[in-house]
Structures are given as structure tokens and as C-alpha cells.
């Protein structure tokens, strides 16, 4: 992965525009990473592969509630315990 100081970012900005279209830049500033620049169709491929972990998470939580007795009137009831 490039790797652009803050300030190469700024100066070069149509070099890294161009550089993230073909992989991920690093972008640092007093030698932290600061922010990582992807390409549209990655970022759209990460936003799906999580959301999809999510889903298969939830469903995988909710099966595991079932399967240990919880019923809908029970997580209503928990979900408005105050206490």
C-alpha cells in the first residue's frame, strides 16, 4: 500500500486520486496514519461485507435467543426493565 504524508495529499492531489483508483493509500501525518483513501467500488465492497457480517451476526444472535427459551414478551419485557 502507497503511503502520502498530509502534505503530499495536499500538493499531489490528482496523483493520489489517480493512485487510489488502482489500490489504497495510506495517508499520514507526523508519521501516524491518519486515514486510509479507497476507490469507490471498494468502499461500496467493504460497506456490503459488513453489512452482510452484521445480518449473519444478528441472525445467528437471534437463533441462539430462540434456542435458549427467549420469547418475544420476554425481550419486550427486558427491553423496557427500567431498573
Known amino acids: 500500500m502507497q503511503t502520502f504524508t498530509a502534505n503530499e495529499a495536499k500538493t499531489r492531489f490528482g496523483e493520489l486520486i489517480d493512485r487510489v483508483q488502482r489500490e489504497p493509500v495510506r495517508v499520514t501525518r507526523r508519521n501516524r ?13 467493504m460497506r456490503a461485507f459488513y453489512a452482510d457480517r452484521l445480518a449473519h451476526t444478528l441472525q445467528d444472535t437471534a437463533r441462539a ?19
Open 33 to 45: 496514519v491518519v486515514g486510509v483513501m479507497v476507490s469507490p467500488d471498494d468502499y461500496a465492497a
Open 65 to 83: 435467543a430462540e434456542a435458549s427459551g427467549l420469547t418475544d414478551a420476554e425481550l419486550r419485557r427486558l427491553l423496557a426493565d427500567e431498573s
